[in-house]
């Protein structure tokens, strides 16, 4: 069984900046894509930023400039560095990753929440 673990949310204002980590543990073999999502109250999940083991990255549009993802993959281990937050970053976000473990298996994080507000 594998298990993610997030960490890093918490309450920031305007402009400040937050690390977000996520942590896979269990009988792994290897991770192609890991990724960011977030999920705001009455709204859809949805994607943030995403990078695969090429570490070729995609963001959304909105976190462009602003958040960066990247990967240990010694560690299984993927972070989104936010920067620049604005009130309407308020979410909760999730960590995603593709696991051979050993079949091809997508597997979600618990949420980690970050609020954005002075």
């Known amino acids: 069984q594998v298990q993610l673990v997030e960490s890093g949310g918490g309450l920031v204002q305007p402009g400040g900046s937050l690390r977000l980590s996520c942590a896979a543990s269990?009988?792994?073999?290897?991770?192609?894509?890991m990724g960011w999502y977030r999920q705001a109250p009455g709204k859809q999940r949805e994607l943030v930023a995403t990078v695969n083991s090429g570490d070729i990255t995609i963001y959304a549009d909105s976190v462009k400039g602003r958040f960066t993802i990247s990967r240990d993959s010694g560690k299984n281990t993927v972070y989104l560095q936010m920067n620049s937050l604005k009130p309407e970053d308020t979410a909760v976000y999730y960590c995603?990753?593709?696991?051979?473990?050993?079949?091809?298996?997508?597997?979600w994080g618990q949420g980690t929440q970050v609020t954005v507000s002075s």
């Open positions: 269990g009988s792994i073999l290897s991770i192609s894509d």
């Open positions: 995603n990753m593709v696991v051979w473990a050993p079949v091809r298996t997508n597997y």
